[in-house]
């Protein structure tokens, strides 16, 4: 039975990653072409995804093979900077991912410049602080590139104020192909098994990194990725580039 259940996971995620790949190259490829050009104007790709979107800001930096520029905003550097309480950011009575009107909080925290680009990521599109970011990115005149789940956003009503979703608020908009709830495969319940955004999202941000780089090299720009840290040379040009965008990533 465990075998029988892998295989029809694997069956059903190469699926998914096949209709990625088939349905969203294009998008990808033009959210690669902003953050090329955020980079080339030495600007910074800031990624922002509340509850587990969190990831995919994680999977895009810090390490061998990422891009340097590139900085993930969370909503514990609420806690971290000193503006509201640990005891606050857990009351359960105020859910983050769901509280209108704080992005502008969230956005003054970093030193964020003018040619900064944005990626918002909300695998249902609906919640107030990743809607609030989107808005206050695009006020400020910044690209927002969006990733979501076109299931599950239009099979949900909005839970900003605005009664707008995120996708409204994207110059591009990427599906990551995930089912409604994220949960991928039926069981003899109620219940599914396997949530798969995570692992989509993680296609997504390897691709746009690879054609960002493939952007940038062909136009005979500089491909700031981080190297291995293991040799001197590696560690040399690591700190090279973390000194060029200190206190931005």
Known sequence: MTDIAMELFKNKIEDLADKLYSTQEQNIYSAAEICAETIRNNGVIHVF?????????IEMSGRTGCLAPVH?????????????????????DIVFERTPDIADQLYGLYDIHKDDCFIIIS????N?????????????????III???????????????????????????DNC???????????????????????CALIAQSL?????????ESGDDVPLFAENETEEGKKHNALLKKKYEGRI
């Open 123 to 126: 695998n249902s599109g609906i």
């Open 148 to 174: 979501t789940s076109w299931k599950h956003t239009n099979a949900e009503p909005s839970r900003h104020p605005s009664g707008k979703k995120l996708y409204e608020f994207g110059d591009v908009v990427i």
């Open 128 to 144: 107030g602080v990743v809607i609030d970011m989107a808005i206050t990115a695009k006020q400020r005149g910044h690209k927002v």
């Open 72 to 92: 993930t905003i969370e909503t514990t550097d609420f806690v971290l900077k000193g503006k509201v309480s640990l005891e606050t950011f857990r009351d359960q």
């Open 209 to 217: 990194t690879m054609n960002t780089c493939s952007i940038l090299d």
């Open 49 to 57: 995804g509340s509850g587990h979107s969190v990831g995919f800001g």
């Open 178 to 200: 995930s089912p409604q709830g994220d949960a991928l495969i039926e069981t003899d319940g109620v219940e599914k098994v396997c949530s798969v955004s995570a692992i989509m």
